[in-house]
């Protein structure tokens, strides 16, 4: 109650609202505000490699939120950091930035399995979709309710975090 109380004064006073919420509760008041909900779910997901920026310290820094994102799928002992940056990198470099290519890159290392989950296994469409996020409107919910309590929810949190982070600090211009 108090969240929403908030969110409504905070609207009136002409300060941009992101709100990720994981059972649903905020989207009725997005709505009758007059803002955008966006539904995650395996039909609705989102791209992880897009990035509003061209600016090599941008991507470098979205290459570590990637790198900490792909380590929910990847199992310690087929995690190598070094390997994933160095494939991320000449990913960026080559213009491609899609899991297919990513895939591809690693080649028959063990994290390319790991990784397949996303893009061809049973968590395809969530974080391999070709949405890409845009923070435009004045109240914005991002529902992870059709996610459920598994293992998509968690890293679909820290990478909306982390991409909304990136994106409200490179736009000064709204509250």
Known sequence: VTSKILMNRLYMRGVQIIVIDPEGEYVDLAKSLGGEVIQFSRENGINPFYINSSRENDIL????????????FIPPNHYNGSVLDEKLIELYDNGTPHFDNLLTLLGKDPMRKDLSVLSTGSLRGVFNSTRK?????DIIVLDLHDLKKDEKRDPAMYLLTSLIWNLVNKNNHRK
């Open 61 to 72: 820094d979205h290459i570590s939120t990637l790198k900490t994102f792909f380590k929910f």
């Open 133 to 137: 996020l845009e923070l435009d409107s």
